[in-house]
C-alpha cells in the first residue's frame, strides 16, 4: 500500500486498483497530526501528506488510463467483499 491508501488486488486472475477518495476541502477537512493526550486536540498538521486517500482529481483510475468497469463505493462498502463478488458471480 502507498502513503495514498491506493493498493493493487488479484483475484480470480485479474488485477484491481483501489484507490480510498476523500474529496474533503475546507471546513469539512480531515484533520490529520498528532493527538495531545492532555487536551485532546489534534496539534500539528500533516496537510496532504500520508493521508491514506487521494482527491479525486488526482485519480490514476479513469478511462483514459485504460481502466475499465470503474466502480465508485459507498462509504463504508468494502472494495474487497465487492471484488470477491464479482469473482464469485463470474
Not at 501528506?49 to 475499465?68: A, L, P, Q, V, Y
Request: glycine share 16%; with cysteine.
Amino acid at each position: 500500500m502507498s502513503n495514498t491508501g491506493r493498493f493493487y488486488v488479484n483475484v480470480g486472475g485479474r488485477k484491481f486498483c483501489i484507490e480510498p477518495i476523500d474529496n474533503s476541502e475546507g471546513k469539512g477537512k480531515a484533520m490529520w497530526g498528532d493527538l495531545n493526550p492532555a487536551t485532546g486536540k489534534v496539534e500539528g498538521n500533516y496537510g496532504t501528506k500520508n493521508r491514506g486517500s487521494i482527491h479525486e482529481s488526482d485519480s490514476i483510475i479513469t478511462e483514459t488510463n485504460g481502466f475499465k468497469n470503474i466502480v465508485t463505493l459507498g462509504k463504508g462498502e468494502s472494495p474487497l467483499g465487492y471484488i470477491q463478488s464479482l469473482v464469485d458471480n463470474s
